[in-house]
């Protein structure tokens, strides 16, 4: 009967992480052939922030949402700031490829968000937001190219 490191060696030779090199250049194994992005900005304290996607001509869909961080924080913001906004930020994963992303607010304003940028984490390009023609509370940018991390 073998020892524990007996048991552990035999497993680590049958895994699937295990096969191959063992140098970290970049995800691997599921997480290979995604991209990731991060959505960053301020809206009105406790807001809710919804990220929408699109490829090609098709209708927005929903990718997901946020809420803004309330009015105060205290790690990050301890006093409230007298435009009453704070910082949120959302991150996912997603296929390859050309999309126009959408931000949506809870508020009509059109001073509803600012510094709203996008950032395709692999290839680390950033995109900024425009108000968006559908209406206040909308934000677009349009042809992002998301990066496939490595395999």
Not at 8 to 16: M, Q
Not at 44 to 72: D, K, M
Not at 116 to 135: E, H, M, N, P
């Amino acid at each position: 009967m073998g020892n524990e490191f007996d048991t552990a060696s035999k497993l680590r030779g049958t895994a699937s992480w295990d096969k191959g090199s063992r140098d970290t250049d970049g995800a691997k194994g599921p997480v290979g052939g995604f991209g990731f992005v991060e959505v960053v900005g301020r809206a009105h304290a406790s807001s809710n922030v919804e990220i929408r996607i699109r490829r090609g001509e098709g209708e927005f869909a929903i990718l997901g949402t946020t809420t803004a961080l309330p009015p105060t924080d205290p790690f990050v913001q301890p006093v409230a700031t007298p435009d009453a906004s704070n910082s949120f930020a959302f991150r996912t994963s997603i296929q390859p490829g050309t999309y126009s992303f959408e931000v949506r607010l809870q508020s009509s304003s059109s001073e509803a968000a600012s510094n709203l940028s996008l950032t395709d984490l692999v290839s680390a390009r950033t995109y900024s937001f425009k108000a968006g023609s559908a209406g206040a509370g909308r934000f677009v940018t349009h042809d992002v190219t998301v990066t496939a991390a490595a395999q």
